[in-house]
C-alpha cells in the first residue's frame, strides 16, 4: 500500500480535474453514470440498443450520440475528432487515436480498413497531441483464421512465441496461408507508414484464443520497425496468469535482437467472456484467480518495465490510482523525468479525468485512448465501457463522487 506522505502527486484535485468541463457538462456526465451504475437501466440498455440499432427504431442514434457516445467516443469520422483533440492538447493531455472497427470478415473490409487505418496514422502525424494509433488485428485479419492459427501454436511445446509461430506458418493450408499472408502484409505495411512518421502504432489485445499470432506478427514487426525508436508496441494483459512470463520473455528477445521493446500494459477488458469460454469449453481459465493476483502482477510489470527503459518504452494504461501512483513513485526513485520519452500513461476518453488531468498537470506524459467511428462499428467498444461502468462500488462510484465533489465546489465559490 502506497501511504499518503509519500505520494508526489494527488488524483483528488477535482478543480485540475474538470477545468475542460463546464457545468453542464459535468451535469451530463454525473446523469450518465448515474444511469450506467443502476443496474435495470443498464441491463434493459444492452438489451435494446443493439436491437434497436439493427431494426432502425427512431431516434436510436440521436439518444446515444446524446448520450454514451459523446461521453466515450471522439466522433463519427475522423475530422469530427479534432475539437476533442484540440481541447485536449490545451490541457497538456496527448491522445492514442483507435479507429473503432473490429471483428470484420471480409477480404474487401479488410482493404478498406488497411487503408482507414494508414489515413488515420498520416492524420495523427499532422497533428501537435496525437503520438499514437491504436489498432486491433481483428480490423485487419479474420478472427477465425487467427483463432485456426492460435489453436495450432497451441500444440506446440516451445516456449518462444515465434518458433511456434514459425512451425505452424510453414504448415498452413494453401487458403490459409494467402488469406494470412495479405493480412501480414495489411500489417506491415500501416506499420510502414508510421516509421515514415512520428506517430507509433499500439496494437490491442483481445481474446486469448487469437492472441498468439498477434503476439508474434507484433514481435516481427518489432524486430523489423523498432531498432531505433519504438514504432511498434503489443500489449500485455495482466489479468492473464502467463502474461508476466510473457513479458519477460519478449524482453529477452528484444534485448538479443537488439531492438526496442513497445509494451502497453492493460489489465485487461474481456474478464467475464475468457471465464465464461473456459467453463464451457472445460478447459483451465486464462485469468488470473482474483484481482489482487492481477493488481500484483500489473504493478511487478509496471516496476519491471521502469528499470529498463533503455530497452523498453512503456504504456501504463489503467484507471487504477494505486497503479497510477506506484508508477509515478517509482519514477522518482528511478530517477527518471516525469516527461522521459519511453514513459506515458493513458486513460480512455470519458473516464478517469481526476488521474489524466492531475498528471498532466505535474508534467507527466498523459493520453486519453479516443476511439472514433460510425455509432453502429463502435458498439462493441460501447458496450464493454457500459459494462465497465455498471458497479457503483467500483468505477462508477468513483466518477460520480468525483463530478460530485467538483460541482459542490464550483457552487460553493
Ligand atoms: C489506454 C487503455 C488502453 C486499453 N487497451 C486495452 C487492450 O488493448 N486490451 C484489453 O483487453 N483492454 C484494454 N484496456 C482496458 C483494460 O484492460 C481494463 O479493462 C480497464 O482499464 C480496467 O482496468 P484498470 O487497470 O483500469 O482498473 P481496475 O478497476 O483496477 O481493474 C479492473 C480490471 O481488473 C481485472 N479484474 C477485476 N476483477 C478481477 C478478478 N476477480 N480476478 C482477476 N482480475 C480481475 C479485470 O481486468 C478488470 O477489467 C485499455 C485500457 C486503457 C486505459
Not at 506478427?217 to 492473464?240: D, G, H, P, S, W
Not at 537488439?258 to 492493460?266: C, T
Not at 528499470?307 to 528511478?334: F, G, P, R
Request: include cysteine; glycine fraction near 4%.
Amino acid at each position: 500500500m502506497i501511504n499518503d506522505s509519500s505520494k508526489i502527486i494527488s488524483f483528488d484535485n477535482t478543480e485540475y480535474a474538470f477545468a475542460h468541463m463546464n457545468d453542464g457538462e459535468l451535469k451530463k456526465a454525473k446523469f450518465l453514470f448515474g444511469l450506467m451504475g443502476n443496474a435495470f437501466w443498464l441491463n434493459l440498455g444492452l438489451k435494446l440498443m443493439p436491437l434497436a440499432i439493427k431494426y432502425r427504431f427512431p431516434f436510436t442514434k440521436t439518444i446515444l450520440r446524446k448520450t454514451i457516445f459523446s461521453q466515450f467516443v471522439g466522433g463519427e469520422n475522423l475530422e469530427k475528432t479534432f475539437p476533442v483533440s484540440e481541447k485536449l492538447a490545451k490541457y497538456g493531455v496527448d491522445v492514442i487515436l483507435d479507429y473503432g472497427v473490429e471483428g470484420l470478415s471480409t477480404e474487401e473490409g479488410f482493404k478498406h480498413a488497411e487503408k482507414a487505418f494508414i489515413d488515420v496514422v498520416n492524420y495523427a502525424a499532422s497533428q501537435k497531441n496525437i503520438p499514437f494509433v491504436s489498432i486491433k488485428v481483428t480490423g485487419i485479419a479474420s478472427f477465425t483464421l487467427l483463432e485456426r492459427i492460435h489453436e495450432a501454436m497451441q500444440h506446440s511445446k516451445k516456449e518462444n512465441v515465434l518458433e511456434r509461430y514459425q512451425l505452424v506458418i510453414r504448415n498452413l493450408l494453401p487458403n490459409d496461408k494467402a488469406e494470412w499472408d495479405l493480412a501480414c502484409t495489411r500489417f506491415e505495411n500501416i506499420c510502414k507508414a508510421a516509421s515514415k512518421t512520428s506517430v507509433a502504432i499500439l496494437v490491442d489485445a483481445e481474446e486469448s484464443w487469437i492472441q498468439d499470432p498477434v503476439d508474434a506478427l507484433t514481435t516481427l514487426m518489432m524486430e523489423q520497425f523498432n531498432k531505433t525508436k519504438a514504432v511498434v508496441y503489443n500489449t500485455i494483459q495482466l489479468y492473464r496468469h502467463d502474461r508476466l512470463k510473457f513479458l519477460q520473455q519478449s524482453i529477452r528477445t528484444a534485448t538479443i535482437e537488439s531492438y526496442i521493446i513497445g509494451v502497453k500494459l492493460v489489465r485487461g477488458a474481456y474478464m467475464e467472456k475468457e471465464r465464461a469460454r473456459a467453463l464451457e469449453n472445460n478447459y483451465p481459465s486464462p485469468i488470473q484467480p482474483d484481482k489482487d493476483s492481477t493488481d500484483l502482477d500489473y504493478n511487478t510489470a509496471v516496476d519491471i518495465c521502469l528499470q529498463q527503459l533503455d530497452q523498453i518504452a512503456l504504456i501504463i494504461a489503467t484507471h487504477n490510482e494505486e497503479s497510477n501512483m506506484l508508477a509515478t513513485l517509482l519514477c522518482e526513485e528511478y530517477g527518471i523525468d516525469s516527461n522521459h520519452k519511453h514513459v506515458h500513461f493513458s486513460q480512455l476518453y470519458g473516464m478517469s479525468d481526476n488521474i489524466t488531468y492531475n498528471l498532466a498537470k505535474n508534467g507527466f506524459s498523459v493520453s486519453k485512448y479516443l476511439p472514433f467511428g460510425p455509432i453502429k462499428e463502435v458498439m462493441p467498444y460501447l458496450m464493454r465501457r457500459a459494462q465497465e461502468n455498471s458497479s457503483v462500488a467500483g468505477q462508477t462510484g468513483r466518477e460520480l463522487n468525483l463530478i460530485t465533489k467538483e460541482l459542490e465546489r464550483r457552487k460553493k465559490k
